[in-house]
């Protein structure tokens, strides 16, 4: 399941609910399922097969005293298995109908006695609170299992008092041949052990159980075949060499874009060309759709209208696995990895050696604070683990940075940044930034910064603005022009210096 998740090209599809539901039932579905799982319901298949021919020599013993004996309580045990296993199937399926309430029910205990939210739970003293929602779930959950399972009880129970009066009314028929001296005594023992085998056989809930906990499993790992075989892409003969070497000329035509599920969209029609080897830095308000359109770059979600290319090709038909080697990307909310701080920044490129690690972390400044862990290099980044140490968000920025460094070094042709000195102080921010400008030439830098005093050395710079770009150029053709870059800016640099008057604003933007 893991592998087939992984092939998965965009966020969209692993956010779809089907899948996120199959998921939750691979992690925690029934315990039958995970003692059986797929193999359990094939073997439990081969027992069905052999069910029903084992009941025929009991069967012939017992219509060996009385020709109907034989066929009336084979009737009986088929009767129950059958009923038996609809019962087990209904309950079974009731819990996939319940998938979704189970994801919710778990994902109340995480909020409560997980680590991520933990400081918010307690400032904001939720811990009642979430517990009452955590009930409230587990209790509307909990209802249709529990009166389903208490019609099964007394279903059961009406089979069993049938079955112990057919056993039992059998069992005084032949004591009394018995005793009468028609049946010799160790037929007695044969018939009484042929009916009882046939009647329990009728209860045999293992089987059903095995082969319906495994069709939920069979049915996921069809349909995630079906979307891996869907979204595998094909590696275009013009990327083989030269595009890998150098970084690859990246085109948004007429893209438009909107999350699943959103009432609008986000993007609008951008084009946009990204010059290779250059800094392009995108700024705008929040939610002009900034993040977007590098999630986009990246392939982590398929435009709804448009296209972006790379050397003429579509992003969704490049091979998966070749260009997550080509894109590097630090987003805002990059990954906290519960993991040394070496293998931290490994992770950008799991081939790299411990001194190109180091190398990396080194032009960004992230050397010096690892040094200074308790365990240096192999310091666990996160509370909880002996010797563990929780990094301050500018430590983290610092990480996700030297991350960047080593994926470009070992190949990744596009840098994106999004807010990535965010956390910095204004020193450590400006030599980040130089490092990023240095990149200039072997690889494009797509720069997302709210601090527009960071992005002015980019060689362009794109205005969003409600999802369209509106302004392109260098920082001072962009002044010079007037609009809302030049009015951004002259705000920013009014909060610095609340000593000079604040420029005008040009007559363009009024």
């Known amino acids: 399941m893991s592998v087939l998740v992984d092939a998965l090209p965009t966020l969209d599809r692993l ?16 315990i039958a399922w995970m003692n059986s799982g797929i193999g359990g319901g094939a073997l439990a298949q081969l027992g069905q097969a052999a069910y029903y021919p084992a009941l025929l020599l009991p069967a012939a013993v017992l219509s060996g005293i009385t020709w109907w004996w034989g066929p009336a309580l084979l009737l009986i045990s088929i009767g129950i298995r059958i009923g038996t296993e609809r019962e087990v199937i209904g309950f079974e399926r009731l819990q996939t109908a319940h998938r979704a309430a189970t994801r919710r029910t778990r994902a109340w205990g995480e909020l409560i006695a997980g680590r991520r939210d933990a400081k918010e739970v307690r400032v904001f003293a939720l811990g009642d609170w979430l517990l009452e929602r955590s009930d409230e779930a587990q209790a509307e959950r909990l209802a249709a299992f529990l009166a389903k399972r208490q019609a099964m009880v007394r279903t059961q129970a009406g089979r069993f ?16 041949a018995g005793l009468a001296g028609a049946v010799p005594l160790g037929r007695i023992a044969t018939v009484l052990g042929a009916a009882t085998a046939m009647i329990g056989a009728g209860f045999g809930l293992g089987s059903a159980l095995s ?17 891996a075989a869907q979204d595998k892409g094909r590696r275009p003969a013009a990327l083989e060499g030269a595009a890998a070497a150098r970084p690859p000329r990246i085109r948004f035509h007429a893209v438009r874009f909107g999350y699943p599920g959103a009432p609008r969209e986000v993007l609008h029609g951008v084009d946009l060309e990204l010059v290779p080897g250059e800094v392009l830095a995108v700024v705008g308000v929040n939610g002009a759709g900034k993040t977007t359109l590098t999630k986009l770059l990246a392939g982590l979600y398929e435009p709804t209208g448009g296209r972006v290319t790379v050397e003429g090709t579509r992003v969704q038909e490049l ?19 519960e993991m040394s701080a070496a293998d931290n920044i490994r992770i950008a490129a799991a081939e790299a050696g411990d001194a190109q690690v180091r ?19 192999e310091t666990i980044l996160a509370r909880g683990y002996t010797g563990g140490v929780e990094l301050s968000g500018g430590q983290w920025q610092r990480i996700a940075l030297a ?23 204004i020193r450590a921010e400006l030599a980040a930034y130089e490092q990023i400008v240095a990149a200039r030439g072997t690889a494009t830098v797509v720069l997302i910064s709210h601090r527009l005093s960071t992005v002015r050395k980019a060689d362009r710079i794109v205005v969003l603005d409600g999802g369209r770009i509106t302004e ?25 210096d609340q000593t000079q008057p604040t420029p005008a604003v040009p007559e363009a933007t009024r």
């Open 319 to 337: 091979p998966q696995t070749w260009w997550r080697r080509q894109v590097h990307a630090v987003f805002q909310d990059f990954a906290h990895l």
């Open 403 to 425: 991350r960047a460094a080593l994926a470009a070094e070992h190949g990744a042709r596009v840098l994106v940044l999004d807010e990535p000195t965010a956390n910095l102080d």
């Open 211 to 227: 082969i319906e906990a495994a069709l939920p499993m069979v049915g996921a790992l069809d349909r995630m075949r079906a979307r």
């Open 15 to 30: 956010e779809d609910p089907q899948l996120q539901d199959d998921l939750a039932q691979f992690r925690t579905g029934a």
């Open 472 to 496: 392109s150029g260098t920082h001072e053709h962009l002044l010079a022009a007037g609009g809302t870059y030049a009015e951004m800016f002259t705000l920013q640099a009014a909060q610095f």
């Open 359 to 377: 190398r990396a972390a080194a032009l960004v400044g992230a050397d010096t604070l690892i040094d200074s862990l308790p365990h240096g290099w």
């Open 161 to 176: 008092a049938v079955c112990l009066a057919v056993v039992v009314a059998v069992e005084l028929t032949v004591a009394g």
